[in-house]
């Protein structure tokens, strides 16, 4: 059965400090790997990562991907409150269509 | 960039009634489009994937008498809750991949409590 697994389900951190959010995932047809920010309303986009080992930055978060061992990290470094949401990993089959993890609920404290 | 849309941003209704809801591309053209539905603190399920011109693809588990998809142009695809119930009650989001299907865009989503 094809899944995707996010690990911490959710992460109390003060402000300053890095976070490293994991997921993992064993689907049947990879095409790419999708980061994204939820705020109570619909996901906004991240990322978007398809070749292993390579990088993607933004600011103060990046993501890389790992393609042979199936997984992916999100860093946040120098959180600040407004990265407080639920980060959603999402797997595209290749059709377009998303199978999305559980999420990992950020809290960063003042 | 391109935008998706949807209307109503929420919805109250009674058990038992109906509820459309809309996603349109604004600015690209969308023959495909798909449906996920997320409970309260659960993360984004796919319903069913809608096809512009032909019968919607639902996931295992979500009835297709219940909820009926019409993919009336390739800019609008519409979702209806038919006899909903409070179980119903969800956060109902529309996605539209782009041409090369590399990026989704996701509809700000629609509300709805069924009382």
């Known amino acids: 059965e094809d899944k995707v697994v996010q690990s911490p389900l959710s992460l109390v951190v003060h402000e300053g400090d890095t976070v490293t959010l994991n997921c993992s995932y064993e689907?049947?047809?990879?095409?790419?790997l999708l980061w994204y920010k939820q705020e109570k309303k619909a996901p906004t986009f991240l990322f978007m990562l398809?070749?292993s080992g390579i990088e993607k930055k933004s600011g103060r978060l990046s993501s890389i991907l790992d393609k042979k061992e199936l997984f992916s990290i999100l860093n946040i470094t120098a959180t600040q409150t407004g990265d407080s949401a639920v980060y959603l990993c999402?797997?595209?089959w290749g059709t377009g269509k998303l199978i999305f993890g559980q999420g990992t609920t950020l809290q960063v404290k003042p | 960039g391109a935008v998706v849309s949807q209307h109503p941003s929420r919805v109250i209704c009674k058990s038992g009634t109906s509820v459309k809801i809309e996603c349109r591309s604004l600015?690209?053209?969308?023959?495909?489009m798909f449906w996920y539905r997320q409970f309260p603190k659960q993360s984004l399920m796919l319903m069913a994937t809608?096809?512009?011109?032909?019968?919607?693809?639902?996931e295992q588990g979500v009835e297709k008498d219940k909820f009926l998809i019409n993919h009336a142009s390739l800019t609008l695809s519409t979702l209806t809750v038919t006899s909903a119930h409070p179980e119903d009650s969800s956060f109902y989001i529309c996605?539209?991949?782009?041409?090369?299907?590399?990026?989704?865009?996701f509809g700000p989503g629609t509300r709805l409590t069924v009382t």
């Open positions: 996605s539209a991949p782009d041409r090369n299907r590399y990026e989704q865009y």
């Open positions: 600015d690209f053209q969308a023959t495909t």
């Open positions: 809608s096809n512009e011109g032909s019968k919607a693809t639902y």
């Open positions: 689907v049947t047809n990879f095409r790419s």
């Open positions: 398809t070749s």
């Open positions: 999402a797997v595209d």
